[in-house]
C-alpha cells in the first residue's frame, strides 16, 4: 500500500491519454496502474491529471534600474502553482562589477526559503571575459546548465563576445537561450520617434518591429552555425524569425524556440486603448499583427516550436506610468505566469489548435527536456517526481485581477474567460493548491540541479 492513490482520472503525457490510478510514495510516482490501493485516496473521476507544467522563463525580484518587478519570489511562484505550474526557471544576472558565482549565490540567496515551488536558474553572459569563460564549466557541474545571451539591452554582446561564449556552451553542455533584436536598430528607431513627437505606447512595436527581431536572430543562427552550437531563441514573436529558424535547421543546426501566451492571443491594438491603458501591454519583443499568430499557432502544433513560457515580469500600472512622456521608459514586461496553462488549453485545446498531448508536450515536458529536467519533472511516470495537476475541462473561469495571484493591478485578460481550470496542484506528492487557494508552505520549493543539455 503506498501513501496516496489518484484514482479514476484520465492520465495525460505527451504521448498517451489513457485511464489508470496513480500510486504515490514519499516525493515521487511509485505506481501506475488499477485499483492501487494507499492510505489516502484522491478521485479523480471526470478530471484530466496532468504533470506539474514548467514555464522556463520568467523574471522574479528583477531590478531594473530604480524599479524592480513587482512580484517576488514568494508571490510569484504562489501565483504560478495556482495556474498549474510546479516548476519555474529564473535568472542569474550579474551587476556591474560583479563575478558570474557572485550573482549565482545572491540569487539564490533571493530565493531560497522563499520558493513556493521547484525552481532552476539560467546563468546570463554579459560578458566574455576571461573569468566568465572559466566559470561556465564549474556552474555548469551544479546544475546551472543554460545560458541567458542578449542582443540588445546594456547586457548585449558583440559578435565576437557571442562566438566565444556559443563555443564555451557547446563545450561545457550549456544550452544558450537568446534574446534577439537589433540594438542598434531600435535605437535608431526609438529616436526618429521620440523625434517626430511620438511619445505614447502605440509607437513602441514600431520601435521593435518584426525585421529587428529577425535579423538578430538570423545573425545568432549564423554564428551558432559557426560554432556547432544548440541554440534556443527566446520568446519568438513573428513569421519572419520562425523563417530565420526554418532555414537554419535545413542547413542542419539544431536550434529550438519558445513562444509566450500574449504573442499567441494579444495584439498591436492593445496599445491603442484609451488613456494610457495601452502601456500595460508594452513588452519586449512587442505584441505583433494578428496576421503573426496563426504562423505561430500552426509552429506550435507541428513541432516548429518547443515550448509555451511566460517571460513574466509583471509592473504595477503605478510603475508603468514613469514613461507617460515617453514610451522608452515604460518598464517592459507583463504578467502571466499564472494564466499561461489555462489559456494555451482553452485557447489551443479547446478550439482545436492543439491536441491534449501536445498542449501538454509545449507546456511541460518540452521544456523539462530542453533544461535538463526531464524525466524527474514534466511527465507522469514511474520514478518521476508526483507534481500532479487534476484538470476540470468543463470549469470556467474569468482572468480578472481580483480572481488571480499575481502581485499586480491588473490583468491582460480581463475579458477572457477560459474553459478548463485546476482543481488540485501536487508538488512532490502535496497538495499545495486546491480549488483556486494556495495551501502549501512557502519555503517548500527547492532548487533543481540540472542536467547538462542532451536532446
Not at 480581463?414 to 488540485?424: A, C, S
Amino acid at each position: 500500500m503506498v501513501d496516496l492513490v489518484i484514482k479514476n482520472g484520465t492520465i495525460v503525457t505527451a504521448a498517451d491519454v489513457y485511464q489508470a490510478d496513480i500510486g504515490v510514495e514519499g516525493e515521487r510516482i511509485a505506481s501506475i496502474g488499477h485499483d492501487l490501493a494507499g492510505q489516502e485516496v484522491v478521485d479523480a473521476t471526470g478530471y484530466y491529471v496532468f504533470p506539474g507544467f514548467v514555464d522556463a522563463h520568467v523574471h522574479l525580484s528583477l531590478p531594473v534600474g530604480d524599479v524592480v518587478s513587482s512580484d517576488d519570489f514568494t508571490t510569484g511562484t504562489i501565483a504560478a502553482a495556482c495556474g498549474g505550474t510546479t516548476t519555474i526557471l529564473d535568472f542569474i544576472t550579474p551587476q556591474p562589477g560583479q563575478s558570474l558565482q557572485e550573482a549565482t549565490i545572491a540569487r539564490r540567496g533571493e530565493a531560497d526559503g522563499r520558493v513556493a515551488i521547484d525552481y532552476g536558474l539560467h546563468l546570463t553572459a554579459v560578458d566574455a571575459t576571461p573569468e566568465t569563460l572559466e566559470a561556465l564549466p564549474e556552474l555548469a557541474a551544479q546544475g546551472y546548465t543554460s545560458l541567458k545571451l542578449y542582443t540588445t539591452y546594456d547586457m548585449r554582446l558583440d559578435d565576437e563576445q557571442f562566438l566565444r561564449l556559443l563555443a564555451a556552451a557547446r563545450e561545457c553542455g550549456l544550452l544558450p537561450l537568446v534574446h534577439t533584436e537589433n540594438h542598434a536598430a531600435i535605437e535608431y528607431l526609438k529616436a526618429g520617434l521620440l523625434a517626430a513627437g511620438k511619445t505614447g505606447p502605440r509607437y513602441h512595436p514600431l520601435s521593435r518591429p518584426p525585421v529587428v527581431e529577425a535579423e538578430a536572430a538570423n545573425r545568432v543562427l549564423t554564428l551558432a552555425g559557426l560554432t556547432g552550437t544548440p541554440v534556443c531563441i527566446a520568446h519568438l514573436t513573428c513569421r519572419e524569425t520562425l523563417a530565420a529558424i526554418e532555414a537554419a535547421r535545413a542547413r542542419g543546426q539544431a536550434v529550438y524556440a519558445e513562444v509566450c501566451p500574449q504573442h499567441l492571443l494579444l495584439s498591436v491594438d492593445d496599445y491603442d486603448r484609451p488613456g494610457f491603458e495601452g502601456a500595460k501591454f508594452v513588452l519586449s519583443p512587442p505584441l505583433r499583427d494578428r496576421s503573426h499568430q496563426q504562423p505561430l499557432w500552426r509552429a506550435l502544433a507541428n513541432g516548429g516550436l518547443q515550448a509555451v513560457s511566460t517571460d513574466h515580469c509583471p509592473w504595477t500600472f503605478e510603475q508603468k506610468q514613469r514613461g507617460r512622456d515617453d514610451f522608452t521608459q515604460i518598464p517592459n514586461g507583463a504578467p502571466g505566469v499564472e494564466t499561461r496553462v489555462p489559456l494555451i488549453y482553452s485557447e489551443g485545446v479547446g478550439k482545436g489548435r492543439l491536441s491534449l498531448n501536445r498542449f501538454v508536450e509545449v507546456c511541460a515536458t518540452g521544456p523539462a527536456r530542453l533544461f535538463g529536467l526531464y524525466p524527474q519533472k514534466g511527465t507522469i511516470a514511474v520514478g518521476s517526481d508526483a507534481d500532479l495537476v487534476l484538470w476540470d475541462p468543463e470549469k470556467e473561469h474569468r482572468l480578472t485581477q481580483e480572481s488571480l495571484h499575481m502581485n499586480v493591478d491588473y490583468s491582460l485578460y480581463e475579458d477572457i474567460t477560459v474553459r478548463g481550470y485546476p482543481v488540485l496542484v501536487m508538488q512532490r506528492g502535496r497538495v499545495i493548491v486546491r480549488d483556486n487557494e494556495f495551501v502549501g508552505s512557502v519555503g517548500a520549493g527547492r532548487f533543481l540541479r540540472r542536467g547538462l543539455f542532451r536532446l
